[in-house]
Each structure stands twice: as C-alpha cells, then as structure tokens.
C-alpha cells in the first residue's frame, strides 16, 4: 500500500521560496504518476505539477516558478516553490496515481502572507 507524507509548508511572505516534501512508503516512482495538488478554501483542488516517466507538467499559474522533482534513492517527492504569491496559499497534497488507484497524502499548509 502506498503512504505519502508532506511535509514544508509554512508561511511565507510574497516573493519567498518554500520546498515542499513527500516521503513516499516505497520505491513506487517507477509505478505511478506523482503529482502536487492544490486546495484553497471554497475552492476545487486542482493539479500543480506531475511528474512521470515522460517528463514534467505544470498548471499556467505556477509555470516558471514551481519545480517539481523526485529523488529515487530517498523515495521522496519535492515541489520548489519561488516568488511565491498570496494567490498560491492553499493545503498542499501528494498524490500517486495508476489507474484505477490514485493515494494522497494529508497535506501541508502553505500559506504567502506580508
């Protein structure tokens, strides 16, 4: 069974930089599709990033700021968050996804506030 566990969320001001990480329970990179997703209040959670064997996507919103990456060795998702804004505070999730599965984890508060 797949655990996710997020961790680095924080507050930060606009323009600051935050690393989020996922420790994954598993060398399970080569199986799933890994994804940050994000949820603000009143809103849909919806995709930041994947990350799969063909490469690397991004929402238009965070495109240029946000990197997504994963380290096998470790069995860990990251997501690099630059020049951060107040519009990217939301509870941040990862998921992993092979159809018809598709595990999350708890989530971590990123909040970009002055």
């Known amino acids: 069974q797949v655990q996710l566990v997020e961790s680095g969320g924080g507050l930060v001001q606009p323009g600051g930089s935050l690393r989020l990480s996922c420790a994954a329970s598993?060398?399970?990179?080569?199986?799933?599709?890994m994804g940050w997703y994000r949820q603000a209040p009143g809103e849909q959670r919806e995709l930041v990033a994947i990350?799969?064997?063909?490469?690397?996507n991004y929402a238009d919103s965070v495109k240029g700021r946000f990197t997504i990456s994963n380290d096998n060795a470790k069995n860990t998702l990251y997501l690099q968050m630059n020049s951060l804004k107040p519009e990217d505070t939301a509870v941040y999730y990862c998921?992993?996804?092979?159809?018809?599965?598709?595990?999350w984890g708890h989530g971590t508060q990123v909040t970009v506030s002055s």
């Open positions: 598993g060398s399970i990179f080569s199986i799933y599709a």
């Open positions: 998921c992993a996804e092979r159809f018809p599965d598709k595990y």
């Open positions: 990350i799969t064997s063909a490469g690397t």
